[in-house]
């Protein structure tokens, strides 16, 4: 009997620790879509079940994390200001930030200008790209494009 629990514990432990996690190569859709893959800072634009697009960015530092899961873009602004509190680098205002589309409550895909530190977690939350990219996100995309972040 203890043998058989014990190897229920040790398989249970071998799948948990083994699991396959989706990465953006392994994603195919024929809808636009957008991923996130946090752990490598990548953004990827998907259309047609191919990448069409990819950038480096920079997503939320550990006390102010991005989050995770399947989301829509339900808003979309050409430019707004932000201000908020970064826990790591203080209060912030940035007026005009372009390519402003919202995917999750105040969680959104952007346009960072005072920053040049993409492939590293510095944003509050947000996925800052750098603005050229911003701009191609922000095209490709309309409202109702899932996004999913990882």
């Known amino acids: 009997m203890n043998k058989i629990f014990l190897f229920i514990a ?24 957008i991923t996130v893959d946090i752990s490598k800072q990548k953004l990827y634009a998907w259309e047609g079940g191919r990448m069409v697009y990819e950038t480096t960015v920079s997503t939320g530092v550990s006390k102010a994390p991005t989050v995770k899961g399947k ?8 430019r707004q200001d932000m201000r908020g509190i970064n826990p790591v680098y203080g209060k912030y205002f940035h007026k005009d930030v372009p390519n402003v589309m919202y995917f999750y409550k105040a969680y959104a895909i952007h346009g960072a200008y ?7 977690r510095v944003s509050n939350g947000c996925v800052n790209l750098p603005v ?9 995309a309309p409202v109702g494009t899932q996004v999913i972040i990882y």
Not at 114 to 120: C, K, L, N
């Open 10 to 33: 040790y398989l249970f432990l071998f799948l948990l620790l083994t699991q396959v996690r989706a990465r953006a190569e392994e994603i195919y859709t024929t809808d636009k879509l």
């Open 71 to 78: 989301f829509k873009i339900y808003w979309k602004l050409p």
């Open 114 to 120: 005072w920053h040049t530190a993409f492939g590293r």
């Open 132 to 140: 050229e990219a911003s701009q191609w996100i922000y095209d490709f």
